[in-house]
């Protein structure tokens, strides 16, 4: 006889742990509740991505949905801790005068939510960051972000969850082989080591999710693999505290992308992208190329990416590189990530495509899922990230 | 303005230690050219390793086997082979071997490589194992033969297997008083390295060597003995021993303590994979030659063609293997390059002393049971200053898997990336075998070079 569940959760990254959280909290005691994983729980693009904390203010619903998600994060450190949580708020920098002037915009839309953010002169940067280029022309500093390291953060979430029900039940290195279905209607999974049935299944698989929908016989959900190179410091060399931006990024990371992400010339692209480690290491990223599944280091783009950091800090020319890699995060057509129901099939649930910003939006990600699968009102309006939008 | 920094060869090879100079020396007795790349100040590898140019002489005896060494060492220095110390290799693609010498970034360029990258110190963690005065057998012989540093007064000596031996003359020829050698294998267990003894001459005159230098210093081994855990102030103490069981389990109740300033501990080789790995070369898990190994064939050609690997990163064998399996990568190469057939005992002689190297260690592979040494809130990752606790923690939570482990809690995550927690942390997996087997990271930068050295790699 198949095992039973209330809840199955597929994808062990930093949302499938946020989901289970969620879930936890509010479906009812002692519902029954899986999280698999085929591999680890954090292994993929969870272990090979930065750990931001950003405030998007581009208009109020991603305002809303960024800086409440960055809320649910400080309460998640007072509740559990253990991630190495630093809020030590983001510097916007830049150094092409064409970009300054995006100091004043940006600050303008923090402002229009309410929010607030500084313009630093290029003293006032010194003092805060005395590690950064002198000829620097000032820099634009908002107090709302900051770092968690996403692997051990997974952790947190699951220990909050087991805390709130026992019955979480956490199987990592236990891959899903079928989905099971009647009609419209899931029925569970079928798994390597025997069936599981349950009401709910969630698909957080990241840039795995669409081969989990085919799996469902659904059609290939809208979300391709985006390649970041990354690179690690060794420790007790970060010359920087505060996690810095280049404010290009705001253009580059969130605009609509210029190329098309089913093709494979992409060049790539890059924004700088730093952040201190708890350990006084310094992980320099970011790079974005659309490459398919291939986790090959773009050592152009790695380049490129050391150049500009070197450019922001110079003592980073002469700290030791310890590792570098290539994390794939899960790019949405359409740019917004998938959370809800997915009508077809009654019973299947989506989270999923939130690419660069996975870690900033997980925890709100799993409020929005566990609120609409228990039927509350969401804390935000969560319309524009229904995966039925994709139904036409 | 990296241009000028490219070498061209015939052959690469990393390192110049026995394996490294015996390619090198055999494949520039050829006429080829060859580019040697070494970490250290001169040739020798750790085995025999020189004191640092100007260094004053230390006296430290030296059993028969070093005289092989001292003529490799010796006929290498005599032939053309370009030997670029103080080179750490960072990156590698077939034929081209990145490196970082005097801050600069260096390329090599080369039909063929050979990979002879020697081995790390097996370390198991006990209580106490962080604090200054405990040291690996090999950093202790870098130290006193390397160096000629005298580490402490009372020194205890505990591990497993044949480097036990030359880590107790050091010291003991340094002027240390050996308080205790305690190996952790039965003597029951050791005899199985008899045969591979007996059947070797040369091996049979090193341990009478060593025999006669540890009766001569007083020091008795005893078997089936280990350190359960060491104390002090700030640094080594106090070292509380005891007796173990056959897989290497602490008997808590033979627990006794003894007074010492300096515990030197060789649990064994590991391998040094790393860079055949990042070449693509294929690899398997052989526990009794100290872990993952490099697979080869019988003329020492890896899995990728043009890399070749020798000595230890094939499954730890020691210096001879080492000396005899260069010997024999140059023969093949000389082979392709000038038609020269390869002469039958080379290939007989690697095959010889590999097999008399496997008889011995069989004796010594790693005793489980030693995990068992460390406690809840002793160290397992030092460069990340995580607990055994915490790493149990992570496999509960994130999957048994040595990857799970690691991402749970940031064990083998630093500046050493796993050369030294990597077999603990395997060890904490070993209880799920069904879990895939997670090989040693291989991504650039092998060694952890400064920034502007990877901005500055010269393109080929």
Redesign the interface.
């Known amino acids: 006889m198949a095992e039973t569940a209330d809840l199955i959760v597929v994808g062990g990254g930093i949302v499938g742990c946020a989901v289970v959280q969620h879930c936890a909290e509010l479906l009812p005691k002692g519902a029954r509740i899986v999280l698999l994983?085929r591999?680890?729980?954090?292994?993929a693009a969870s272990?090979s991505c930065m750990g931001h904390l950003m405030v998007t203010p581009d208009d109020a619903q991603e305002y809303a949905f960024s800086a409440t998600s960055v809320k649910l994060w400080a309460e998640l450190e007072e509740r559990e801790g253990g991630f190495d949580y630093n809020p030590t708020g983001a510097l916007y920098l830049a150094d092409d005068p064409a970009d300054v002037e995006l100091f004043a915009v940006l600050q303008q839309q923090f402002a229009d939510h309410g929010d607030r953010a500084e313009i630093l002169d290029p003293r006032q940067l010194r003092d805060r960051e005395p590690g950064l280029a002198h000829d620097l022309p000032g820099a634009l500093f908002y107090r709302g972000d900051g770092v968690v390291?996403p692997?051990?953060a997974?952790?947190a979430m699951?220990?909050q969850a087991q805390k709130h029900n026992p019955n979480v039940d956490?199987r990592?290195?236990t891959p899903v082989t079928g989905m099971l279905r009647q009609g419209d209607r899931m029925l569970g999974v079928q798994t390597a080591n025997g069936a599981i049935h349950a009401e709910h299944v969630v698909n957080c698989c990241g840039v795995w999710a669409p081969e989990l929908a085919e799996m469902a016989g659904q059609p290939r959900l809208p979300i391709v693999p985006r390649a970041g190179n990354l690179?690690i410091?060794?420790?007790h060399v970060t010359p920087i505290q505060t996690q810095l931006l280049e404010i290009s990024y705001i253009r580059f990371a969130h605009g609509a992308a210029k190329v098309d992400p089913t093709r494979t010339d992409d060049p790539g692209g890059h924004a700088m992208n730093m952040q201190p480690q708890s350990?006084g290491g310094c992980l320099i990223g970011s790079t974005r190329q659309f490459r398919g599944m291939d986790r090959t280091?773009n050592k152009a783009l790695?380049?490129r990416s050391?150049?500009r950091?070197?450019r922001y800090a110079p003592g980073?020319?002469?700290?030791?590189?310890?590792?570098?890699?290539v994390g794939l995060r899960p790019y949405s057509l359409d740019k917004r990530p998938l959370i809800g129901p997915w009508p077809p099939l009654r019973g299947l649930w989506i989270a999923a495509g939130h690419e660069g910003l996975g870690i900033t939006l997980s925890p709100i990600t799993g409020r929005l899922l566990a609120e609409q699968i228990t039927g509350r009102p969401t804390t935000i309006d969560a319309t524009p990230y229904l995966p039925a939008r994709f139904l036409r | 303005m990296s241009g000028e920094r490219i070498v061209d060869a015939d052959v690469g090879v990393l390192g110049a230690g026995p394996g490294g100079m015996a390619a090198a020396k055999a494949l520039a007795a050829a006429g080829l050219c060859v580019v040697v790349l070494d970490e250290g100040h001169r040739a020798g590898g750790q085995i025999f390793r020189q004191l640092p140019p100007g260094a004053p002489h230390a006296a430290i005896a030296e059993p028969p086997s070093h005289a092989h060494g001292h003529a490799l060492i010796d006929g290498f220095g005599a032939s053309k082979v370009e030997l670029r110390s103080g080179a750490s290799v960072w990156d590698a693609k077939p034929g081209r071997l990145w490196f970082e010498q005097d801050g600069a970034s260096w390329l090599l360029r080369c039909k063929h490589i050979v990979l002879a990258p020697g081995a790390y110190d097996r370390c198991i963690p006990f209580p106490g194992w962080t604090l200054p005065g405990v040291l690996t057998a090999g950093a202790l012989q870098v130290m006193v033969r390397g160096f000629g540093v005298v580490p402490g007064k009372r020194a205890l000596v505990v591990g497993s297997g044949p480097l036990l031996l030359p880590t107790v003359t050091a010291l003991a020829s340094a002027g240390v008083e050996v308080v205790a050698a305690l190996e952790a294998s039965s003597r029951w267990r050791a005899l199985r390295a008899l045969p591979g003894v007996l059947g070797n001459g040369a091996r049979l005159r090193e341990a009478l060597w060593y025999g006669r230098k540890l009766l001569t210093a007083g020091v008795k081994l005893q078997w089936g003995w280990t350190v359960f855990g060491v104390e002090g102030d700030g640094r080594v103490q106090r070292a509380t021993i005891g007796k173990v069981d056959a897989d290497g389990r602490p008997r808590r109740e033979t627990a006794r303590t003894i007074e010492v300033d300096v515990v030197g501990a060789g649990f064994g080789l590991v391998p040094s994979i790393e860079a055949g790995l990042l070449l693509g070369c294929a690899s398997r898990l052989l526990p009794a030659r100290g872990g993952h190994c490099l697979v080869v064939d019988a003329e020492q050609r890896t899995s990728v063609a043009g890399v070749y690997a020798v000595g230890e990163a094939c499954g730890i064998g020691g210096a001879e293997v080492a000396m005899a399996e260069g010997e024999l990568a140059a023969a093949a190469i000389v082979r392709l390059a000038r038609g020269a057939p390869i002469a039958a005992g080379i290939a007989r002689k690697a095959a010889r002393e590999r097999k008399a190297a496997d008889a011995l260690l069989r004796a010594f592979a790693p005793l489980p049971g030693l995990h068992e040494l460390a406690q809840p809130e002793t160290i397992v990752c030092r460069?990340?200053d995580v607990t055994l606790a915490r790493a149990k923690a992570?496999a509960a939570?994130?999957?048994?898997?040595h990857?799970?482990i690691k991402?749970?809690?940031?064990a083998g995550?630093?500046?050493c990336?796993a050369r030294i927690c990597g077999p603990s942390l395997q060890a904490l997996a070993c209880g799920?075998p069904e879990?895939p087997m997670d090989l040693p990271?291989a991504?650039?930068?092998l060694k952890?070079?400064?920034?502007?050295t990877?901005?500055n790699a010269p393109e080929g």
Not at chain 2, 407 to 410: D, H, P, Q, T
């Open positions: 994983d591999g680890p729980v954090a292994g272990a390291l692997m051990m997974c952790g699951l220990r956490v990592p290195h690179a410091t060794g420790h350990n280091l790695l380049h050391l150049l950091a070197q980073l020319a002469h700290a030791p590189i310890v590792r570098t890699w | 460069c990340e992570a939570l994130h999957g048994g898997s990857r799970a991402i749970g809690c940031r995550m630093g500046p990336q799920r879990l990271v991504q650039t930068p952890a070079v400064r920034s502007e990877i901005l």
